[in-house]
């Protein structure tokens, strides 16, 4: 697992740091926001702990963490901070945030927190289901395609997840109207709903194949 550490304070970030490597996660620690921006590009990390509070930017933590749930990233974030008002903390969770630990902390209450953190990202991941550029959380009933929100209706969604949970199986139009519609007649009714799935996600993401239809993915 990899923890990307934001911290500019340099005693508390060694601290940090060390508690996270000495239960055998790989660390990143970055003193600033230029350093964060690089490290997250070349890291891909599984959690980040990020200090709020930074000299060049009194909201630092905050900004960067809003700028990469809006870039896509759905890993736990969990703020380190001094400031505990009820409006901080609300502020927090709002732009994307997991958890608050307000400083002093004991390392044991953060690596706890850490712990509980990716019990619950390991969670979500295992609902999750890649496909080229389409990700799909399918608890959530949430669909990205290249970054991009698309929105799906009930009936969009669930003949999505049918291919998505079924991939390089062949259903024949009657197996697809009986799992998606309840009536294996409404054949029609599955061609109309594949149609609308290729023009919001992608030409190929469903493919026309001898005995019905099968996930296909962008060439």
């Known amino acids: 697992m990899q923890v990307l550490l934001l911290?500019?304070?340099?005693?508390?970030?060694?601290?940090?740091e060390g508690a996270l490597l000495a239960q055998g996660y790989g660390v990143r620690w970055a003193k600033g926001l230029e350093e964060v921006q690089e490290a997250f590009l070349e890291l891909e990390p599984d959690l980040m702990v990020l200090d709020v509070r930074l000299p060049e930017d009194p909201d630092g933590g905050f900004r960067f963490a809003?700028?990469?749930?809006?870039?896509?990233?759905r890993g736990p974030i969990l703020f380190l901070t001094a400031?505990?008002?009820?409006?901080?903390?609300?502020?927090?969770?709002d732009l994307g945030g997991d958890d608050y630990l307000v400083k002093p902390f004991h390392l044991e209450e953060l690596l706890a927190r850490?712990?509980?953190?990716?019990?619950?990202g390991a969670e979500a991941?295992?609902?999750?289901?890649?496909?080229?550029p389409l990700e799909v959380d399918l608890?959530?009933?949430a669909v990205r395609h290249r970054g991009r929100r698309v929105d799906l209706s009930l009936k969009e969604f669930a003949l999505l997840e049918v291919f998505l949970l079924h991939p390089g199986r062949v259903f024949a139009p009657e197996e697809l109207a009986e799992k998606v519609f309840g009536d294996g007649e409404k054949v029609g009714a599955v061609k109309v709903y594949v149609h609308y799935l290729r023009q919001k996600l992608h030409p190929e993401v469903v493919r026309t194949v001898p005995g019905g239809y099968r996930l296909g993915h962008e060439p």
Not at 7 to 16: I, Q, T
Not at 125 to 132: C, D, I
């Open 139 to 141: 608890a959530g009933r």
């Open 7 to 16: 911290e500019d304070e340099p005693r508390l970030g060694r601290a940090v």
């Open 114 to 120: 850490v712990r509980a953190l990716l019990r619950r």
């Open 125 to 132: 991941k295992a609902s999750r289901v890649r496909l080229g």
């Open 66 to 73: 809003k700028e990469v749930r809006e870039a896509g990233y």
């Open 83 to 93: 400031r505990d008002s009820l409006e901080d903390r609300v502020e927090g969770l």
